[in-house]
Nanobody, 123 residues
Framework: QVQLVESGGGLVQAGGSLRLSCLYS????????MGWFRQSPGKEREFVGA????????YYADSLAGRFTVSRDRTKRTIFLQMNSLKPEDTAVYYC????????????????WGPGTQVTVSS
């Protein structure tokens, strides 16, 4: 059974940094991608960034590139999302997800999801 669990969310002041973790278990795809999404009340789920399962190639939303970085620790079976220079508009529930498609960039292309972790950025 595939499970993904996010952690590391919380309250942070604008301009600060936060690192989210996603611990994954079970049989995931040998290829495909691991991605991060976020969703605020009244908005659609938004793509943040992703990393391929087999190689260290990453993808980011154009508006977030440079501030957010996706990485992993294969031994610990964990995906990370490093968030820097945080803004109040970054406040959202952040989700970790797994996709069979290598270059998955939208929510509909992902097959498994974690329960999410809340990130709140104060001004």
């Amino acid at each position: 059974q595939v499970q993904l669990v996010e952690s590391g969310g919380g309250l942070v002041q604008a301009g600060g940094s936060l690192r989210l973790s996603c611990l994954y278990s079970g049989r995931l795809f040998d290829h495909g991608a691991m991605g991060w999404f976020r969703q605020s009340p009244g908005k659609e789920r938004e793509f943040v960034g992703a990393i391929r399962r087999s190689v260290d190639i990453t993808y980011y939303a154009d508006s977030l590139a440079g501030r957010f970085t996706v990485s992993r620790d294969r031994t610990k079976r964990t995906i990370f999302l490093q968030m820097n220079s945080l803004k109040p508009e970054d406040t959202a529930v952040y989700y970790c997800a797994a996709a069979q498609r290598i270059g998955a960039l939208v929510a509909d292309e992902y097959d498994y999801w974690g329960p999410g972790t809340q990130v709140t950025v104060s001004s």
